[in-house]
């Protein structure tokens, strides 16, 4: 089994330069746990997430990591011209020795793609074909496409990315998009309820046997969870009920802001306890936590578990006690899973 | 007198991963050395230039040093969208304990700039809206705008830079008429020309003109290809070839599009030609001494900026310029 992290980069109440680098510290000890990859969230004009530009924060985390793997979940690739981001890519997989995860998404957010002037409404096409754009770019030596919203003719293209191919990584949400997911080979990451989970991993793995590929080929399917460890459960419930409602105030934040329905209003509590009870999170010792992975990967048919151990005004101090106890008690009973 | 890096970051013969390690390692060196700042040009699919987005070799350089400054020479503003790159500025002037330099530009290639899609007849003024979008975003807490190129309605600032009202303003400058602008603005300015007095000279009559003071005057500096060894011989020899390829990727891109390169007849193809002409310098410590006061002298400069790193220097060569630069150099103009 491997794991990973993902990280809102949310307001923690730190001043800005210290949340960050108390953030490439607790990444430090993501990369000494050995945990496979950091996936970083792309948000913008909320304190939902500052890493705006996650291409900038992640060429700090590879120069504090030597064997991490990280990468946006996801790009909003609508928000970018496409050669600048090609050449991101390239730049920031070169200079890691090929550990960029590649994320693509359209955003989910019509509030801030609008700030960009992109219009919500045809930005899953726009995302179709600023893949297939940044596609070309990633593995041609001469960039020519005509589009809807793209046109390049005969652009010369200079970087080749470390890593041939490339990952891509998708932030999977809706059976609908399975097809599209598994045609591209992409790894996934998905945070539902676990039996939404194990409908899109079997619908994956339909998908990728119907394409004639092997099962040792499948990509790596994750979930995402909250999770909070402390040496009492007590203790964890502590940190999760103080620090889980400034992340929950700052998803919805730009939504009542701009009038925009939040569509995860109803499957976000306000109380940390009741979506623990959801099956969405766990705060306790590292034995409850073995025992919830262990369930969870056993009803979703996951290969890959994805943990977010901070966020909100949880401290430092608290997630790196949840990483320790994690990477010390909980990792090491699934290393033959 | 204080001492800056320009750096192209261009191809150096060696694969990608190994150009960016190295260089790394030479800021590192440059960080130590107690270099002011590290200015690194933005160039778009062209070997001439391989951080087409600065802020991301940037925020490596940040990790790497510690008080080196650092910054784009120049962001070419019109290739960003403002709000992304008001955030970048700063996640990176965050991400670094206020340490970054904001270098602004329009671009000097229509053909790169074309690449993204720019008019270049119109950059100038899609750079001054540009600006301004981007000085307001940096400054405020709900941006509004409404101008030709952009247009926003309260939009939420959520990240701040380190440094207020914002990090430094710095321009590459090559022509007399945007002194004015320079001088209104507190903008640091860099020049490549060889002729640098007539634009000091101009830009501190303005300053003093608008009852500014001696000491507040920004950096104004020249850059200028250097490489130091221990005999003149052996300097000339390594900077004549590693001149070559840079020369080479300078015109490329104007030469493949058939745009006349605006370089052609004063950018020299041979490192020997440059330094006679004082553009350039090979040779040993001594002798970048002697250069040096004089460059610095003639051009009424406050800032020399060293372009130390070229073409297909190898990392050692560079390494040992910066040695001898930093060992046998810089003391001598510790207390200019």
Same mark, same amino acid.
Request: charge should be negative; hydrophobic fraction near 40%.
């Given at each position: 089994?491997? $794991?990973?992290i @993902?990280?809102?980069l ?5 001043p800005?330069?210290r949340?960050?680098?108390a953030?490439l510290e ?8 050995g945990f ?6 792309e948000?913008?004009?909320?304190p939902l997430g500052?890493a ?11 120069q ?5 793997r990280?990468?946006p979940m996801v790009?909003?690739?609508p928000l970018?011209h496409?050669l600048?981001?090609?050449?991101e890519?390239c730049m ?5 020795g090929g550990?960029f ?7 989910i957010?019509?509030v801030?793609?609008?700030f960009?002037?992109?219009d919500f409404?045809?930005?899953a ?23 809807? @919203?793209?046109?390049f003719?005969n652009v010369?293209i200079?970087?080749k990315?470390?890593q041939?191919?490339?990952p891509?990584?998708y ?5 609908a998009s399975?097809?599209w997911t598994?045609a ?6 998905t ?8 409908? /899109?991993t079997d619908?994956?793995?339909?998908e990728?046997k119907k ?13 995402n969870r909250h999770?909070?460890i402390?040496e009492t459960?007590a ?6 009920r103080?620090g889980y409602?400034a992340?929950?105030?700052?998803m919805?934040?730009?939504w009542?802001?701009y009038?925009?329905p939040f569509p995860?209003e109803a ?8 979506l623990q009870?959801h099956?969405?999170?766990i705060?306790?010792?590292p034995?409850m ?9 056993e009803?979703?048919r996951v290969?890959?578990?994805?943990c977010d151990?901070? @966020?909100g005004?949880i401290?430092?101090?608290?997630a790196?006690?949840?990483v320790?106890?994690f990477a010390n ?5 699934f290393a033959?899973? | 007198?204080?001492?800056?890096i320009?750096?192209?970051?261009d191809?150096?013969?060696v694969?990608?991963?190994q150009?960016f390690e190295?260089r790394?390692?030479?800021i590192e060196a440059y960080d130590?050395?107690?270099f002011y700042?590290?200015h ?8 001439l230039g391989?951080a087409?987005s ?5 925020s490596?350089?940040?990790?790497r040093?510690?008080?080196?400054? @650092?910054?784009p020479m120049v962001?070419?503003?019109p290739?960003?969208?403002p709000?992304r790159? /008001?955030d970048?500025i700063c996640m990176l002037?965050q991400?670094?304990?206020?340490r970054f330099?904001f ?9 790169e700039?074309g $690449?993204f899609?720019?008019?270049f ?5 899609q750079f ?16 509004t705008?409404?101008?030709? $190129?952009y247009?926003?309605d309260?939009?939420?600032m959520a990240l701040?830079?380190m440094q ?5 303003l710095?321009?590459g ?5 945007t ?9 640091n300015v860099?020049?490549?020309?060889r002729?640098?007095r007539?634009?000091?000279d101009a ?9 500014r ?8 500096g ?5 490489v ?5 011989q052996?300097?000339r020899? /390594?900077a004549e070839?590693?001149?070559r390829?840079?020369r080479?990727?300078?015109e490329l891109?104007w030469?493949q599009?058939g745009?006349?390169?605006p370089l052609?007849?004063t950018?020299?193809d041979e490192?020997d030609v440059l330094?006679?002409s004082?553009h350039?310098f090979?040779g040993?410590?001594?002798?970048a001494r002697?250069? /040096?006061?004089?460059?610095?002298g003639e ?5 020399v900026?060293c372009d130390?790193?070229f073409?297909d220097i190898?990392f ?6 910066i ?11 510790a207390?200019?």
């Amino acid at each position: 089994m491997r $794991f990973g992290i @993902f990280d809102h980069l949310d307001d923690s109440g730190l001043p800005l330069d210290r949340h960050f680098e108390a953030r490439l510290e607790l990444i430090e000890a993501y990369d000494r746990a050995g945990f496979y990859g950091y996936h970083l969230a792309e948000h913008h004009n909320t304190p939902l997430g500052y890493a705006p530009s996650p291409g900038v924060f992640l060429s700090a985390v590879a120069q504090r990591t030597r064997q991490l793997r990280f990468g946006p979940m996801v790009y909003l690739l609508p928000l970018y011209h496409p050669l600048r981001l090609i050449d991101e890519i390239c730049m920031l997989d070169q200079m890691s020795g090929g550990r960029f995860l590649y994320g693509v998404g359209r955003g989910i957010s019509p509030v801030e793609v609008g700030f960009y002037g992109i219009d919500f409404s045809t930005g899953a096409k726009q995302f179709r074909e600023a893949f297939e754009v940044i596609r070309r770019g990633l593995t041609e030596d001469r960039l020519t496409f005509h589009g809807e @919203f793209y046109d390049f003719d005969n652009v010369p293209i200079v970087m080749k990315p470390f890593q041939r191919p490339l990952p891509v990584w998708y932030g999977l949400g809706n059976p609908a998009s399975v097809a599209w997911t598994a045609a591209i080979a992409a790894n996934t990451v998905t945070r539902r309820p676990p039996e939404q989970v194990r409908a /899109i991993t079997d619908s994956y793995r339909a998908e990728w046997k119907k394409l004639g590929r092997a099962e040792a080929d499948l990509p790596l399917l994750g979930v995402n969870r909250h999770i909070i460890i402390a040496e009492t459960e007590a203790d964890a419930l502590d940190t999760a009920r103080r620090g889980y409602p400034a992340w929950r105030h700052h998803m919805g934040l730009l939504w009542h802001e701009y009038n925009v329905p939040f569509p995860l209003e109803a499957a976000l509590p306000e109380d940390f306890g009741v979506l623990q009870k959801h099956g969405d999170a766990i705060a306790g010792t590292p034995a409850m936590v073995r025992d919830y992975i262990a369930r969870e990967i056993e009803a979703t048919r996951v290969n890959y578990y994805v943990c977010d151990f901070a @966020f909100g005004t949880i401290t430092h101090d608290e997630a790196m006690r949840s990483v320790e106890l994690f990477a010390n008690e909980v990792m090491p009973a699934f290393a033959d899973a | 007198m204080r001492f800056g890096i320009f750096d192209h970051l261009d191809d150096g013969g060696v694969p990608l991963g190994q150009l960016f390690e190295e260089r790394l390692k030479l800021i590192e060196a440059y960080d130590r050395a107690g270099f002011y700042g590290y200015h690194l040009a933005e160039h778009h699919n062209t070997p001439l230039g391989y951080a087409p987005s600065p802020g991301v070799f940037l925020s490596a350089v940040a990790q790497r040093t510690r008080q080196l400054r @650092f910054g784009p020479m120049v962001y070419l503003l019109p290739l960003y969208h403002p709000l992304r790159l /008001i955030d970048e500025i700063c996640m990176l002037d965050q991400m670094s304990g206020g340490r970054f330099l904001f270098g602004v530009g329009r671009g000097v290639s229509p053909v790169e700039v074309g $690449f993204f899609g720019v008019d270049f007849a119109r950059g100038v003024q899609q750079f001054n809206e540009a600006l301004e979008v981007i000085r307001l975003g940096l400054t405020c807490d709900a941006l509004t705008y409404d101008g030709e $190129f952009y247009k926003f309605d309260g939009v939420p600032m959520a990240l701040k830079p380190m440094q207020r009202p914002h990090p430094p303003l710095w321009y590459g400058i090559s022509r007399p008429e945007t002194v004015s602008w320079a001088v209104a603005n507190d903008v640091n300015v860099v020049t490549f020309l060889r002729e640098t007095r007539p634009l000091t000279d101009a830009y501190r009559s303005e300053w003093k003109a608008l009852g500014r003071g001696e000491a507040e005057l920004p950096l104004l500096g020249l850059t200028r290809h250097i490489v130091l060894a221990d005999t003149d011989q052996a300097a000339r020899k /390594i900077a004549e070839r590693a001149y070559r390829p840079w020369r080479r990727h300078m015109e490329l891109l104007w030469e493949q599009r058939g745009v006349p390169f605006p370089l052609q007849g004063t950018l020299p193809d041979e490192f020997d030609v440059l330094q006679s002409s004082g553009h350039g310098f090979a040779g040993t410590p001594a002798g970048a001494r002697e250069y /040096i006061a004089e460059q610095a002298g003639e051009g009424g400069v406050n800032y020399v900026v060293c372009d130390l790193a070229f073409g297909d220097i190898t990392f050692h060569e560079a390494k040992r310029s910066i040695e001898l630069f930093s060992k046998e150099v810089m003391p001598a103009f510790a207390e200019a």
